[in-house]
């Protein structure tokens, strides 16, 4: 399989502890992102996304949502 940067990036910020209502600057979110793929690799991001949809999909969703739109904008060209 084949991830995009931008696929790696979002399972990473999910991945993080950095959470939504702390309303994290673009800065915040580039951090946690390099910080969670240098600690534990994309296979690492990838696992813990998979896990979170399998042990509570319902909340999952929402946190993935609000990764992608996230790195859209905080990794904005």
Excluded: K, Y
């Amino acid at each position: 399989m084949n991830a995009t940067i931008d696929d790696i990036r979002c399972e990473a910020l999910f991945a993080s502890d950095l959470q939504r209502s702390w309303a994290p600057t673009a800065e915040l979110i580039r951090a946690a992102v390099t910080d969670v793929v240098d600690r534990i690799g994309e296979d690492g991001c990838a696992e813990r996304v998979a896990q979170e949809f399998g042990e509570h999909p319902d909340c999952a969703i929402g946190r993935m949502r609000w990764a992608r739109d996230a790195v859209r904008s905080a990794f904005a060209a």
